[in-house]
DNA sequence: TGCGAAGTTTACGTTTGCGTAAAGGTAAGG
DNA sequence: CCTTACCTTTACGCAAACGTAAACTTCGCA
């Protein structure tokens, strides 16, 4: 049996992401992760884990800490509110962003080869 | 024949890709675009306006204007300084990332599709 | 029980990417 | 010439995303 760890400090997460404890911190100051705690010391278990995976993931792509927690918020929202319109509509505008960086990406992949054929044509 | 224009004025590009011309004079502070001057005025022509669009996409996937900036200076560079080296060990360092960004969007995606899903579900 | 490592809050500092006046210069038409 | 639209430089302002320092507290263990 894999052993799955269901408990992490602050730290344990901040190296396993290659990230600082204060950013981690940060996330929390702007509602985008919400630890529990035990005494004063936060503890985070594989749901935040997850939820910070997240928080990286759309800052690779670009997004602000603002946009990724409406995107975070998106999921736990299921249902309850009937807003459902409301969360296609985001869905769909955050969709045509990420199509349109899939295009950029394309481009730029292209251009790279194109660049680097050049290089290595030149002997 | 198909009129093409190779003359632009600042005001031109920032209607033609929706920013202000105070971003573009931006942009050229920190040398990522040198249009030539008529008088005192900012002359843009078609290689200008493509480096533009560089930007632009460089900036939809979240990279700095100094990351810009080294990609763009990939162009423009080939062979004079023989640093063919350095160039294709910077194409593959921005290739990973691409790869990566790739990765994250594919991965959101997919995520959005199974939102959806749940919320039409819902009836 | 007394370290040392790691955690906590508070708060000011820094960088990036422009926004936004202020104060004027220039080009073209009437 | 004069107006109007657009351009210029200079410079301070500001929000976002942390960095960093200060000044404790808490936990594990020797």
Redesign the interface.
Same mark, same amino acid.
């Given at each position: 049996m894999t052993e799955e760890k269901t408990e992490y400090s602050i730290s344990d997460l901040a190296k396993e992401f290659g990230i600082t404890s204060r950013s981690i911190r940060h996330y929390e100051d702007e509602k985008l992760i919400t630890p529990t705690r035990r005494g004063v010391h936060r503890i985070y278990n594989n749901r935040d884990r997850v939820r910070l995976q997240l928080i990286l993931?759309g800052?690779? *792509? #670009? %997004?602000s800490l603002a946009e990724i927690k409406e !995107?975070i918020d +998106?999921?736990g929202m @299921? #249902?309850e509110e009937k807003q459902?319109k409301r =969360? *296609?509509e985001l !869905?769909t505008v955050?969709?045509e962003s990420? &199509? $349109? $960086? +899939?295009k950029? !990406?394309k481009? +730029? *992949?292209k251009e %790279?080869d194109v *660049? @680097?054929a050049? =290089? &290595?044509a @030149?002997k």
């Open positions: 993931r800052k690779r *792509l #670009g %997004f !995107i +998106l999921y @299921e #249902g459902t =969360l *296609l !869905i955050r969709r990420l &199509n $349109q $960086q +899939l950029d !990406i481009y +730029l *992949l %790279f *660049l @680097e050049k =290089l &290595n @030149e």
